[in-house]
Each structure stands twice: as structure tokens, then as C-alpha cells.
């Protein structure tokens, strides 16, 4: 079974600085397709980013870029010049090709500090 | 010109009471979903609709039941509601394309049972 593990249940910064979200997945199918959705305070759920498996090279959105080891199977999120907008729950998503299926983790609760 | 959107936004009731919660997209995708998200954040699949056909029923009491009019709407009806129903509940939507695109989800639904 697909399982996707987020190990940080909550995380903080400094705002303008740097941090990394931690993400890991299980999966025996060679294509599929990786997410990072950020939920605020406001409960919406935004996508941040987007990562095809069979592409080597990392996604990369404004501020916002990811870490993609196939092999390892990790997909971390990292966060540069943190802004207060920033804080938010941030969920890691799997899903596979050919299936209707999303599987999220149990996200990371990130604060930024002024 | 809401993409995704649900009603109500909040939905205070009585146990044992039926309820139903709207969501519609004009986004003209093919796939809805409905989640539903604990008090942890935990976001769990309950059912997914492509092209008003049933594709994904989890493990879901049969009081819960979706339906689905057209490819823009997909309805959540609750019968005999329970407190462990309280929880925040979130449709989404997606152009199913080999799951290679992401979901857009509403605003959620905070259903809470007194």
C-alpha cells in the first residue's frame, strides 16, 4: 500500500530564513506524482508545488523549491526567505499514474517568527 | 468567480439530524472528491465522482452517501448524524489526466454535532 509520512509535526523559523520540510513516501510504481499543498489559518487548501517522478530535475516555485530523491523516496519541501504568510499546515500528497487516488500526510504545522 | 465552492461554510445541528453539504466547480474538470479532515488535520478520501460516475468509496458508514447531478456538482448528504461526524469537511476537484493534475479544493464545510 501507498503511504506517505511527514515526521515534523510542527516546525518554526525565523521570518527571512530558510527551512526545509521533511516528506517520505512508499510506493513500488515507478510513475507518479508528488504535492505540497499549504492550508492557513483560513482553512483553504493552496497548492504550492508540483513534482512529476520521472522528471530528475526539482521543482522550483518563486520561494518555494523541493528536494526530490526517487530513489530515497523523500520529497522535501524547502521554504527560502520565510515570510509571516507563510505559517501554515503544510501537507506532502502521492498519487499515482492511472489512479484517481490522492494520499496526503498528516502534515507539518509551520510558524513563522517576526 | 469562486473556482470551487461549497455551502454552507458552517453547519451547527443536532445529532441525529440529516444534513447535505453543496459543492459545485467551475473549473470544467471531470473528477470531484470529498475529504474529510479531523481535528488532527488528518485529511481522508471519502468518495470521488469522474464524469458523474462513482470511482472511489472508501471506507465510509453507508450514511454518508454523494451524488452526483452533472460534472460540476457533487452533493454530500449525512443521515442520523453522530458527534464523531464533527469535522471539517472539503470538496475538490481535478482534470483527471494519468492523476499527473493537481486538486483545487473548496473552502471546507466545519460541521460541527451537539
Known amino acids: 500500500a501507498q503511504t506517505v509520512t511527514q515526521s515534523q509535526p510542527e516546525m518554526s523559523v525565523q521570518e527571512a530564513e530558510t527551512v526545509t520540510l521533511s516528506c517520505t513516501y512508499d510506493t513500488s510504481e515507478n510513475n507518479y506524482y508528488l504535492f505540497w499543498y499549504k492550508q492557513p489559518p483560513s482553512r483553504q487548501m493552496i497548492l504550492v508545488i508540483r513534482?512529476?517522478?520521472?522528471?530528475?530535475q526539482n521543482a522550483t516555485e518563486n520561494r518555494f523549491s523541493v528536494n526530490f530523491q526517487k530513489a530515497a523516496k523523500s520529497f522535501s519541501l524547502k521554504i527560502s526567505d520565510s515570510q509571516l504568510g507563510d505559517t501554515a499546515m503544510y501537507f506532502c500528497a502521492f498519487t499515482g499514474s492511472g489512479t484517481y487516488k490522492y494520499i496526503f500526510g498528516t502534515g507539518t504545522r509551520l510558524k513563522v517568527l517576526a | 468567480d469562486t473556482a470551487v465552492s461549497q455551502t454552507p461554510k458552517y453547519l451547527v445541528t443536532q445529532m441525529g439530524n440529516d444534513k447535505s453539504i453543496k459543492c459545485e466547480q467551475n473549473l470544467g474538470h471531470d473528477t470531484m472528491y470529498w475529504y474529510k479532515q479531523d481535528s488532527k488535520k488528518f485529511l481522508k478520501i471519502m468518495f470521488s465522482?469522474?464524469?458523474?460516475?462513482?470511482?472511489i468509496n472508501e471506507t465510509v458508514p453507508n450514511r454518508f452517501s454523494p451524488k452526483s447531478p452533472d460534472k460540476a456538482h457533487l452533493n454530500l448528504h449525512i443521515n442520523s448524524l453522530e458527534l464523531g461526524d464533527s469535522a471539517v469537511y472539503f470538496c475538490a476537484s481535478s482534470m483527471w489526466d494519468r492523476g499527473n493534475q493537481p486538486q483545487h479544493f473548496g473552502d471546507g464545510t466545519r460541521l460541527s454535532i451537539l
Open positions: 465522482y469522474n464524469n458523474k460516475e462513482l470511482i
Open positions: 513534482q512529476e517522478a520521472y522528471k530528475q
